[in-house]
């Protein structure tokens, strides 16, 4: 989780001293050679912010963390070089910069429910009307969407390879977000930039469906609402019991296993 944290807060300080004196907040290709000398300053904000060092601390990286801040480094840098090359782009917002959120009116026996959901997405950029809503993520999160049902799955043992990607679930929600906020006057691509497949020769950050990069989310957005809300529901239906995972590989790594009682 340190890495990730850090990774984002460096991307995020980059790109948003990138466009600070832009008030078009255009990026354009004579705007890298500053981006790239800014790396290593970048990095040091980020660590300095995630592990609680103040500014007049001196900064030395030690043991476990010279080691992160390399692969933070090469991971920038890469994505550096994608920009560029995809370049000239508008930067629409950046993580902190904007709240993306909804609500929804849930109405179970008797009562109704306002459940507001939110994300602070990573990046979103447009160019040539299309708006990108990127991911990054630092594991080798999968890409492939079989259906947008099957991204509800809750069956037990039920993972990506078998039809359910908690990654492209995350994205598509993104997109979700970025549409209720803004609309959907343009093409919505949702992309994750996982840093073990960034580096191949062949690399598309984009979503894939049947086997197909996935270059706009819009006529699939109706159908994901439609099985969100009905994810809602049952979450606030007092008939259907919250019942734990029988397949016990999933507590492995799962964020909530030291007060589920597994």
Known sequence: RNFGNVLHMALEYLYQDAVDQKPNRLVEANDFFKVRNSVDGAIEKAFRKHFGMGEKRKFELKGRNIVMADLIRKFIHKIIDMDEAYAPFTIISLE??????????????ESTYQVRLGADIDRVDMKDGSVRVNDYKSGKDAREIDQIEKL???TPGTTWKKGRNKAGFQTMLYAWLYAAKHGESHAIVPGLMNMQELFQEDFDYRLTMNNSPLSDARPHLSYFESKLE?????????EVPFDQTEDDRVCTFCDFKGICGR
């Open 152 to 154: 509800f799955d809750t």
């Open 96 to 109: 902190k910069e904007d709240k993306y959120e909804r609500t929804f009116a849930i109405s179970q026996s």
């Open 230 to 238: 009905e994810l809602l529901k049952e979450i606030y239906d007092a």
